[in-house]
T-cell receptor, first 111, second 114 residues
Framework: DAKTTQPNSMESNEEEPVHLPCNHS???????IHWYRQLPSQGPEYVIH???SNVNNRMASLAIAEDRKSSTLILHRATLRDAAVYYC????????????FGKGITLSVRP | DAGVTQSPTHLIKTRGQHVTLRCSPI?????VSWYQQVLGQGPQFIFQ???????GRGNFPDRFSARQFPNYSSELNVNALLLGDSALYLC?????????????FGPGTRLTVL
């Protein structure tokens, strides 16, 4: 499985934008970039996914580099509820499209 | 709509015992996956089932087994428990387990092995 690299942690202020980076230099042409987050004492939660183009949904935006070797998850206005571990995951096509989690990045949000 | 449910919430076992964990997927979802999350680490893939067939298996010993029932619910069984099996066991369901299908996770079962 292609691997992702994320910083261990990041801090942000409430109501400010947050940019969470992810490097995936060995990504293959058919790998989708998925982001999940895990709030304390909960199971992971889907955030967003994309293949080549930037994506937006009600939770976040995903900016994908032109060479697809990196991507950035953007939270437009961080809230205290956004404090969580964010996982950047490459997910290949195939019968078994498992999620391969790394350690993720721990986001802290200051009031 | 009900999300993914798992039972029990917490479980304490001793070494050598056997445990069965249960998962009910979201209605309409035919694929179930199991993950193990050790404290401080990300979840690790154990099994994926789709339409009662095993689609994938992670790097776990044969002590771990699972099955999926006709109603798409699933059980994870672990035999001969070791201290290192202490973890949060997560179940996730999706429509068909494809790469574009979102996986929805349950709250997990916290297993403690003494």
């Amino acid at each position: 499985d292609a691997k992702t690299t994320q910083p261990n942690s990041m801090e942000s202020n409430e109501e400010e934008p947050v940019h969470l980076p992810c490097n995936h230099s060995t990504i293959s042409g058919t790998d989708y970039i998925h982001w999940y987050r895990q709030l304390p004492s909960q199971g992971p939660e889907y955030v967003i996914h994309g293949l080549t183009s930037n994506v937006n949904n009600r939770m976040a935006s995903l900016a994908i580099a032109e060479d697809r070797k990196s991507s950035t998850l953007i939270l437009h206005r961080a809230t205290l509820r956004d404090a969580a571990v964010y996982y950047c995951i490459l997910r290949g096509a195939g019968a078994n499209s498992k999620l391969t989690f790394g350690k993720g990045i721990t986001l802290s949000v200051r009031p | 709509d009900a999300g993914v449910t798992q039972s029990p919430t917490h479980l304490i076992k001793t070494r050598g015992q056997h445990v069965t964990l249960r998962c009910s997927p979201i209605s309409g979802h035919k694929s179930v996956s199991w993950y193990q999350q050790v404290l401080g680490q990300g979840p690790q893939f154990i099994f994926q089932y789709y339409e009662k067939e095993e689609r994938g298996r992670g790097n776990f010993p044969d002590r771990f087994s699972a099955r999926q029932f006709p109603n798409y619910s699933s059980e994870l069984n672990v035999n001969a428990l070791l201290l290192g099996d202490s973890a949060l066991y997560l179940c996730a369901s999706s429509l068909a387990g494809r790469v574009v299908d979102t996986q929805y996770f349950g709250p997990g079962t916290r297993l403690t092995v003494l």
